[in-house]
C-alpha cells in the first residue's frame, strides 16, 4: 500500500479524519462581510517535480485560485509562466527577494525585481511578497526595502507584503514589532510558523505583538509550526491540535478584519517538501504527501472562510 493510501485509510478508518475536519469549522468568522472583501487561495511549486504547466493543469483541478512564483528575469521563462497561467485561468503572486550577504548588492538585486515584477505589462499579480533583507543587516539597512517597496505599491497599485520570515528583516516577532512600529506603511505576508520556531513556543506571552502582527496582516502563507520546528509533520495528526488550532486562531483573526473592513485577502497554502517536511531515516522518504496536506489546507480554510 501507497504511503499516501496508508495514511489516509488510516485516518478515516480510525474516525481521525471526519473529527479532525469538524474541528477545524467551528470557530469561523461568521457574517455578511462588508463590500471589498474577497478570498482567493494560491498554491505553491515548492517541491513539484513535473512542468509549469502541468502544474497549472493540477492545481486548477483542485480548485485554487492561482500560484504564487518567483520572479523572474529570464525572458523565456516569464513567457512560459504566462502561457500557463493563461492557459488554465490562474492568477499569481509573486516572490522577490535577495539572496546576497552584502547589503548593497542585495538591495540592488532586490530593487531589479521588485521593478521588474510590478510593472510587468503582461499580467498584473495579485500581490508580490517579499523576502526582505536579513537577519543580521541594521535596522536602517532593512528599512531601505520597506522604503522601496512603499514608493513601489504606490506606483503601481499592487499590494506588497514583507513576509515574517527565518534568516529575513522579520525573523522574531520582537524584532518585527520595532519595524511596524516604525514603519506605518509596514504591511506584512504572514508565516506565523516562523516565529513560532524561533521562539520556541506558541507566542502566548507576545500577544500584543501578535495582535499588531494580525492587523498589519495582507496575505497569509498557510503552514503551520510549532516550538520544534516550522511545519508539523500532517497537520491532520492528531498530535498537532493545539499548534492547529493556534494558526486556525490567528488567521479568525485576519480573515474576520478583512471582512469587517472589506478588504481582500490571499492565502497561499504552503507546507514544504523534504526537509522541510519530516523524512523516514536513511531513506529520505517523506513521512506524509506534501500535495495532500496542501490541497486539504485549501479545502479546509476555504469551507471555514466561505
Not at 78 to 101: N, P, T
Not at 216 to 239: S, T
Request: net charge neutral; hydrophobic share 40%; proline share 6%.
Amino acid at each position: 500500500m501507497k504511503r499516501r493510501d496508508f495514511v489516509n485509510t488510516t485516518l478515516a478508518t480510525t474516525g481521525l479524519l471526519p473529527a479532525l475536519q469538524a474541528a477545524a469549522r467551528p470557530i469561523a468568522p461568521q457574517g455578511v462581510p462588508a463590500a471589498g472583501f474577497s478570498l482567493k487561495i494560491l498554491a505553491t511549486n515548492w517541491g513539484y517535480q513535473g512542468t509549469l504547466d502541468e502544474l497549472c493543469a493540477a492545481v486548477k483541478k483542485e480548485g485554487y485560485d492561482g500560484l504564487e512564483l518567483w520572479w523572474t528575469d529570464k525572458p523565456e521563462a516569464r513567457k512560459e509562466m504566462v502561457a500557463a497561467l493563461k492557459k488554465h485561468g490562474l492568477e499569481v503572486g509573486f516572490l522577490c527577494g535577495g539572496s546576497q550577504s552584502d547589503f548593497g548588492a542585495h538591495l540592488a538585486a532586490f530593487k531589479k525585481a521588485i521593478d521588474g515584477a510590478s510593472t510587468f505589462k503582461e499580467l498584473k499579480p495579485l500581490y508580490i511578497n517579499c523576502h526582505s533583507g536579513r537577519d543580521y543587516f541594521s535596522y536602517d539597512q532593512n528599512k531601505a526595502f520597506i522604503d522601496y517597496t512603499t514608493q513601489a505599491s504606490v506606483q503601481s497599485g499592487i499590494p506588497i507584503f514583507h513576509e515574517t520570515h527565518r534568516s529575513r528583516m522579520l525573523f522574531a516577532a520582537h524584532i518585527a514589532r520595532n519595524f511596524m512600529e516604525q514603519n506605518p506603511a509596514l504591511r506584512l505576508t504572514l508565516d506565523i510558523s516562523h516565529w513560532c520556531n524561533v521562539h520556541e513556543s506558541l507566542l502566548q506571552d507576545q500577544a500584543e505583538t501578535v495582535a499588531l502582527a494580525l492587523s498589519r496582516a495582507g496575505h497569509i502563507h498557510a503552514r503551520v509550526g510549532h516550538p520544534e520546528g516550522p511545519q508539523v509533520n500532517d497537520p491532520r495528526a492528531p498530535e498537532w491540535e493545539q499548534a492547529v488550532q493556534a494558526h486556525l486562531a490567528w488567521w479568525d483573526a485576519v480573515v474576520a478584519d478583512k471582512k469587517k473592513n472589506g478588504q481582500p485577502l490571499t492565502i497561499l497554502t504552503e507546507f514544504g517538501p523534504p526537509h522541510y517536511l519530516p523524512t523516514v531515516p536513511f531513506t529520505n522518504q517523506p513521512l506524509a504527501d506534501q500535495w495532500a496536506i496542501n490541497v486539504y489546507m485549501m479545502r479546509m480554510l476555504r469551507e471555514r472562510y466561505a
